[in-house]
């Protein structure tokens, strides 16, 4: 059975940081597409970062570019993102994404990723 687990979210200030981290089982990890993903209240969720099956970092959306640093650890079997120069707007539920299958890579978009973790909450606000 696949589990994702997120950790690491929380309430943090206005320019503050953060280091989201999301540990797989279940799955082989180290051969596959993995990504972030946020949700805001009201809105779809949406790629953040992703990173290859052999760990290149996709292009990010401009409203977290030079922000947002995804990284993997294949020895953990964990995904992180670290988030940092936080705004508002930066508010949501982040989710981990795994790719359905290994040695594929895929754009960083919600459809093509088929296991998810339950998510952890970022809230940025003074």
């Known amino acids: 059975q696949v589990q994702m687990v997120e950790s690491g979210g929380g309430l943090v200030q206005p320019g503050g940081s953060l280091t989201l981290s999301c540990t797989a089982s279940?799955?082989?990890?180290?051969?596959?597409?993995m990504g972030w993903f946020r949700q805001a209240p009201e809105k779809e969720r949406e790629g953040v970062s992703c990173?290859?099956?052999?760990?290149?970092?996709?292009a990010s959306p401009d409203s977290v570019k030079g922000r947002f640093t995804i990284f993997r650890d294949n020895g953990k079997n964990t995904l992180y993102l670290q988030l940092s120069s936080l705004k508002p707007e930066d508010t949501g539920i982040y989710y981990c994404?795994?790719?359905?299958?290994?040695?594929?890579?895929?754009?960083?978009?919600?459809?093509?990723?088929?296991?998810w973790g339950q998510g952890t909450q970022v809230t940025v606000s003074s």
């Open positions: 994404g795994a790719a359905p299958m290994k040695r594929a890579n895929y754009p960083c978009t919600e459809r093509f990723y088929g296991y």
């Open positions: 279940g799955l082989t990890f180290d051969d596959r597409a």
């Open positions: 990173v290859t099956y052999t760990g290149a970092a996709l």
